[in-house]
């Protein structure tokens, strides 16, 4: 079955300092796989997304995420966190249901937090 | 540019009691997904649509219904609000072109809580 897992539930990290969140994937074809970000109140913003190709690809807002196969992986980073980048981030991968429907299979989301 | 609308953003119902929450996408998307968001569980898909008049269930569709008479609207419908239905109620569109490669555009979402 197909499934998201990231493992960091809630994550700190200083003004500054480098970024990455942990995403892994089960997903019997080629992956289509997401990353979103929810700021509080809000609704989820698209950050970058993986199709084919390069496995490092660059989103908005200075994050990139670099698909890795052989690990079923596709982690987020950012060499340098901005006190707005607070909120809680979402992996997610684009499945089949019920024909020729896209879904998305969300992870349970990573709380990011920012100490200053 | 407007995207996905959801209203209203707030609603406390009574058990029992019900009502709909609107979604409208002014993109022209095919495609359209109610989620619901509890904490600690991400998103779980209720319903779908991949076009007007065709509707379709996700992975939590008891107590909730849909109607999709329009490319624009999407609502979502509480016949016998329960409290295990208090939630956040994200609506999303997507363009109906490669399945699976699309991504979703979300509306800000309406916070249910059910009393």
């Known amino acids: 079955a197909q499934s998201v897992t990231q493992p960091d539930i809630h994550i700190t990290v200083s003004e500054g300092a480098s970024l990455e969140l942990r995403c892994n994937y089960s997903?019997?074809?080629?992956?289509?796989l997401f990353w979103y970000v929810q700021s509080p109140g809000q609704g989820l913003q698209l950050l970058l997304k993986y199709f084919s190709g390069d496995t490092l690809v660059q989103g908005i807002k200075g994050f990139e995420a670099e698909f890795k196969r052989s690990q079923s992986s596709f982690n987020l980073r950012k060499p340098s966190v901005h006190w707005s980048d607070a909120a809680e981030y979402f992996c997610?991968?684009?499945?089949?249901?019920?024909?020729?429907?896209?879904?998305?299979?969300f992870g349970t989301g990573t709380l990011l937090a920012v100490q200053p | 540019n407007a995207g996905v609308t959801q209203t209203p953003k707030f609603r406390i119902l009574k058990i029992g009691q019900s009502m709909t929450l609107q979604c409208t996408q002014d993109?022209?998307?095919?495609?359209m997904y109610w989620y619901r968001q509890d904490p600690g569980m991400g998103l779980k898909l209720i319903y779908y649509?991949?076009?007007?008049?065709?509707?379709d269930k996700g992975e939590v569709p008891n107590g909730y219904n849909v109607s999709r008479s329009t490319t624009e609207d999407f609502p979502l419908r509480l016949e016998l609000a329960a409290p295990s239905q208090t939630s956040v109620y994200f609506c999303?569109?997507?363009?109906?072109?490669?399945?699976?490669?699309?991504?979703?555009?979300f509306g800000d979402g309406t916070r249910l809580s059910i009393l």
């Open positions: 999303a569109s997507s363009y109906s072109g490669q399945a699976s490669n699309q991504p979703q555009h």
């Open positions: 997903y019997g074809a080629t992956p289509y």
């Open positions: 993109m022209n998307h095919n495609y």
């Open positions: 649509s991949v076009g007007a008049g065709i509707t």
């Open positions: 997610a991968v684009g499945a089949h249901y019920g024909g020729a429907t896209n879904k998305l299979i």
